[in-house]
């Protein structure tokens, strides 16, 4: 894939627990993660490692489901989010029990505020959380000093 795009030697993939990153300290650029991080067991540990792992000044991009806090939005997003898309979900890919687990793993996941304050505890600096589509989804970035 990397290859296609002239990027293979530059860029390398890993795969792992995120509470126990397989790379040494100070040792990475960037880390990104995709609406992933609400799926790991110790969010606290996770972004400890994150930070462990990235070199002074390296950056951290998290993209994530959240909750809309403004009342209207919030109201149809948790309807369809708990009703309609359960249903459709079951209808189209005849599997309820994934379409059931993507709303509760995206409310019992912590808000905005309480995600920077984990940012924080872990060490990063110049934490952003940006809303994004309403608040529907978040944006964090931050920066290991």
Known sequence: MLDAVGLDDRITL?????????LASDSV???????????????????AEMFRTLH????????????????????????YFNRVLPLIG??????????????????????????????RHAGFTDIQASPLTFGIVYLYTARRP
Do not use: K
């Open 29 to 47: 650029d960037a880390i990104t993660i995709g609406f992933g991080i609400r799926n790991v067991l110790d969010t606290a540990a996770a972004c």
């Open 90 to 119: 079951t209808l189209v890919s005849r599997h309820n029990a994934a379409y059931g687990y993507l709303p509760a793993s995206v409310g019992a996941f912590a808000s905005p505020d309480e995600f920077v304050t984990i940012l």
């Open 14 to 22: 890993i795969r792992g627990d995120a509470s126990r990153i397989p």
């Open 56 to 79: 002074r000044g390296g950056r951290l991009a998290i993209l994530e489901f959240a909750i809309p806090t403004t009342p209207i939005i919030s109201h149809g997003y948790r309807f």
